[in-house]
């Protein structure tokens, strides 16, 4: 299925890393004026957004280049690696939770046939 354009993924930004670390690898990544530009942290814990459950840190932020009405990102072309590679991040669609992905999201079919299809071959 893949994007069904729900805008999920961009209402509310997380990144599992602690703050200090997150801004460690701000400082040498080509992302980070577009970063520093558009998102702003949201202090809190917001775990219980969608993540069942989580012993990492979760980061929150928002971003200002969403637009919420349309669900859609008004600087697509030059959005950061991270929204890019939404929600795979250079794995497969099988070694996704289906958690780390909100329950409207269409990539959560791929995630799902994913693993079924991993299933399949495992039990042969």
């Known amino acids: 299925m893949s994007c069904n354009r729900c805008g999920n993924c ?14 460690r690898i701000m400082k040498r990544n080509s992302d980070a004026e577009f970063i520093r530009e558009h998102w702003t942290i949201v202090v809190g814990d917001s775990r219980h957004l969608w993540f069942e459950s989580s012993e990492s840190p979760i980061l929150h932020f928002t971003c200002s280049a969403f637009d919420g009405e349309s669900g859609l990102c008004s600087a697509y072309a030059d959005r950061p690696l991270v929204c890019r590679d939404y929600p795979f991040y250079g794995k497969s ?7 780390a992905v909100p329950m409207q999201c269409g990539y ?6 994913a693993k079924e299809n991993r299933e399949k071959v495992l039990v042969g």
């Open 93 to 99: 669609a099988g070694s996704i939770a289906e958690n």
């Open 10 to 23: 961009c209402r509310m930004l997380f990144i599992t890393l602690e703050f200090a670390e997150f801004m």
């Open 108 to 113: 959560r079919d791929d995630i799902q046939e």
